[in-house]
Nanobody
Framework: QLQLVESGGGLVQPGGSLRLSCAAS????????MGWYRQAPGKQRELVAG???????NYADSVKGRFIISKDNAKNAVDLQMNSLRPDDSAVYYCNAVRLGSTFWGQGTQVTVVS
C-alpha cells in the first residue's frame, strides 16, 4: 500500500553533516504526516522531526536548530538535513508516514557519528 525507503546514512565525524532522504511509493493519497524517528541500541524509538501536509514541522528538543525536515513533492520524498552531528545522534533512522490512521515505516538507515 505504501512503501518507504530511506537513504543517505553513513559514518560521519562529530560536527559533520548528513542528509537523509525518504522515498515514498504506492498509495500516497491521504498521507497526513511524515517524519523521521531514530532508535539507538537498547533505547526506545524516538521522534526526531515531523512534517504535516500543511508544511508545519516539529522537532525533538535535542535536534532543534541542527536538523531540518523538508518535503520534495516532485520526488515524493521527505528529507532530513542533519548538521552539527553529535555522537549521541548515532542511531538507525526510520522514515514514518501516517495515512488514514495507519502508520508505515521504512527499514531504516544507519547513522554513526564517531571520531
Amino acid at each position: 500500500q505504501l512503501q518507504l525507503v530511506e537513504s543517505g546514512g553513513g559514518l560521519v565525524q562529530p560536527g559533520g553533516s548528513l542528509r537523509l532522504s525518504c522515498a515514498a511509493s504506492g498509495i500516497m493519497f491521504g498521507i497526513s504526516v511524515m517524519g523521521w524517528y531514530r532508535q539507538a541500541p537498547g533505547k526506545q524509538r524516538e521522534l526526531v522531526a515531523g512534517i504535516g501536509n500543511s508544511g508545519s514541522t516539529n522537532y525533538a528538543d535535542s535536534v532543534k536548530g541542527r536538523f531540518i525536515i523538508s518535503k520534495d513533492n516532485a520526488k515524493n520524498a521527505v528529507d532530513l538535513q542533519m548538521n552539527s552531528l553529535r555522537p549521541d545522534d548515532s542511531a538507525v533512522y526510520y522514515c514514518n508516514a501516517v495515512r488514514l490512521g495507519s502508520t508505515f515505516w521504512g527499514q531504516g538507515t544507519q547513522v554513526t557519528v564517531v571520531s
